[in-house]
């Protein structure tokens, strides 16, 4: 799967520039299929993927290692200003604070949901 990179438009939306980085979608988009501008839920991150045809794992997986992750997958990573929400996909991280990563950011806790697409 191809991922273009989105920085996320202010420090509330990492969650929607997560959903539109894997819809191919405009952050603005996503802003207006959730209703919401601010902080995104679990709930609407996996109602938003499975109504693009994604399959979420309905498992939430703690995570210490990359090597542990998945083919694509979203994280919620408890960093050292809030929870946040980022992308992994095939070996790199597409963080909507941070960029394009080749590790996790700094993260007390991180956990995962294994994300599959015929896409």
């Keep these: 799967m191809e991922i273009t990179y989105i920085h996320e ?3 509330l939306q990492c969650g929607q520039a997560v959903l539109a980085m894997l819809t191919g979608e405009s952050v603005e988009r ?3 299929l959730l209703g919401n501008e601010r902080e995104t839920t ?3 991150m996996k109602q938003t993927l499975r109504s693009f045809g994604f399959t ?3 498992e939430r997986c703690e995570v210490s290692d990359r090597s542990q992750l998945p083919r694509l997958c979203m994280l919620s990573l408890e960093t050292p200003r809030c929870w946040h929400w980022s992308l992994f996909c095939e070996g790199v991280f597409y963080d909507p604070e941070h960029g ?3 590790d996790f950011p700094t993260a ?3 956990y995962y949901w294994e994300i599959t697409t015929d896409r």
């Design 30 to 32: 996503i802003v207006s």
């Design 108 to 110: 007390k806790r991180k």
């Design 56 to 58: 979420v794992s309905d």
């Design 42 to 44: 679990l709930k609407e």
């Design 9 to 11: 438009p202010n420090d």
């Design 100 to 102: 394009v990563m080749d």
